[in-house]
T-cell receptor, first 110, second 114 residues
Framework: SQTIHQWPATLVQPVGSPLSLECTVEGTSNPNLYWYRQAAGRGLQLLFYSVGIGQISSEVPQNLSASRPQDRQFILSSKKLLLSDSGFYLC?????????FGNGTRLTVT | DQQVKQNSPSLSVQEGRISILNCDYTNSMFDYFLWYKKYPAEGPTFLISISSIKDKNEDGRFTVFLNKSAKHLSLHIVPSQPGDSAVYFCAASSIIQGAQKLVFGQGTRLTINP
């Protein structure tokens, strides 16, 4: 069966520091991969998606970037974090029409 | 512009009764709809989905109804159980550039009372 691993579960980072969140998917090949964010009191917002290695599409202009160095690996990065980057970040994968999520990373920028 | 709306932030239902969660959307391009259940500090768990070519899909205690003309869908849970207490999100989907793009509602917090 397919599983998705996302780490770390929680992260506290100072403003201006870099960020790297990693996500890997097991049990499937060539999945579509996604990064979502849930800000406090709001719904989930799509940040990035990837339909293949090296292919990244961005949904909203922001301080973050994404990369897909391997088929089942998706990385969310920032060179310098802002206070507004705080939130709950979720990696997801899909094959066909169902989208499945990891357990998320709670990022607090101080 | 909120394309997917869940107008009830919370819902309280007695154990054993039916829970009905509602969702409205505005974009006719959405062709697939999903419901997720979410506990605090965890990712959303997929529950059930429905294609726009159908008007009903059932899986055990969960049934999703779609009314395309009204751009409305609902999730019925019957009978409701205490373990169903969680936040429920509906999501509307379209395929853009080969990727499944979901737009989520704000969520409804369901509380099942014993």
């Amino acid at each position: 069966s397919q599983t998705i691993h996302q780490w770390p579960a929680t992260l506290v980072q100072p403003v201006g520091s870099p960020l790297s969140l990693e996500c890997t998917v097991e049990g499937t090949s060539n999945p579509n991969l996604y990064w979502y964010r849930q800000a406090a009191g709001r719904g989930l917002q799509l940040l990035f998606y990837s339909v293949g290695i090296g292919q990244i599409s961005s949904e909203v202009p922001q301080n973050l970037s994404a990369s897909r160095p391997q088929d089942r690996q998706f990385i969310l990065s920032s060179k310098k974090l802002l206070l507004s980057d705080s939130g709950f970040y979720l990696c997801a994968w899909s094959v066909l029409r169902e989208v499945h999520f990891g357990n998320g990373t709670r990022l607090t920028v101080t | 512009d909120q394309q997917v709306k869940q107008n009830s932030p919370s819902l309280s239902v007695q154990e054993g009764r039916i829970s009905i969660l509602n969702c409205d959307y505005t974009n006719s391009m959405f062709d697939y709809f999903l419901w997720y259940k979410k506990y605090p500090a965890e990712g959303p768990t997929f529950l059930i989905s429905i294609s726009s070519i159908k008007d009903k899909n059932e899986d055990g205690r969960f049934t999703v109804f779609l009314n395309k003309s009204a751009k409305h869908l609902s999730l019925h849970i019957v009978p409701s159980q205490p373990g169903d207490s969680a936040v429920y999100f509906c999501a509307a989907s379209s395929i853009i550039q080969g990727a499944q793009k979901l737009v989520f509602g704000q969520g409804t917090r369901l509380t099942i009372n014993p």
